[in-house]
Structures are given as structure tokens and as C-alpha cells.
Nanobody, 124 residues
Framework: QLQFVESGGGLVQPGGSLRLSCAASGATFDLYSIGWFRQAPGKEHEGVSCISSSDGSTDYADSVKGRFTISRDNAKNTVYLQMNSLKPEDTAVYYC?????????????????WGQGAQVTVSS
């Protein structure tokens, strides 16, 4: 199973950018599909983006399409989430998750390994 160290969260003004990183260890990273999820207070986990292990295909929630970009560097065992044009409604704890599934999923129950989360706050 993979273990994660997430970084890059923080406070940013609306319209600003942040890049989240998720550094993995403990297993063969390139065999795992990776997802980014977020959870705002009082809400359930929401799938934000995913990238597959097999062909690098990606998917995004409609709410972040055109603003967020997911990428992976298998040589560094790291996945990134570049977040641009941030909005107050993007405020949440962001989690990376992994599973040796085939393809890409935005469904939280498809992932067995989770990071500790990184707080992202978008506020003026």
C-alpha cells in the first residue's frame, strides 16, 4: 500500500493559484491510479480529478474543468494538482488517494490508500 505526504496547501485570494503535491512511497507507484478529492465542512468527499496508471488518462469534476490540472511524475513518485483561478467554493481539505485500479475514477470508495489531507482556503 502507498503512503503519502501532501504539501502545497494554504491561504490564497480568489483568482489565485496553488499547486498541491502528493509524494508517495511504499509500493510501485506507477501501478496506481491516483485521485484528488476534497471535503468541505459538513459535506462528503467530492472527486476533483484523477489520473490513471495505465495510459495517463485524466478526468475532472465539472466544477474544476479548465481551472485545475492533474499530472504525475513517476520518476519522483509524485502527483500534482495545479489549481488556477481559485474560487471561495474551492475551500476544502484536499486529499490524494491511490488504488491499483484500471482507469480513472472520481468515486472515493474506489480508492484504498489516502493521504492526510491539505487545507486549501480561498478568501480575500
Amino acid at each position: 500500500q502507498l503512503q503519502f505526504v501532501e504539501s502545497g496547501g494554504g491561504l490564497v485570494q480568489p483568482g489565485g493559484s496553488l499547486r498541491l503535491s502528493c509524494a508517495a512511497s511504499g509500493a510501485t507507484f506507477d501501478l496506481y491510479s491516483i485521485g484528488w478529492f476534497r471535503q468541505a465542512p459538513g459535506k462528503e468527499h467530492e472527486g476533483v480529478s484523477c489520473i490513471s496508471s495505465s495510459d495517463g488518462s485524466t478526468d475532472y469534476a465539472d466544477s474544476v474543468k479548465g481551472r485545475f490540472t492533474i499530472s504525475r511524475d513517476n520518476a519522483k513518485n509524485t502527483v500534482y494538482l495545479q489549481m488556477n483561478s481559485l474560487k471561495p467554493e474551492d475551500t476544502a481539505v484536499y486529499y490524494c488517494a491511490a488504488d491499483p485500479i484500471i482507469g480513472c475514477s472520481l468515486v472515493a470508495r474506489d480508492f484504498g490508500s489516502w493521504g492526510q489531507g491539505a487545507q486549501v482556503t480561498v478568501s480575500s
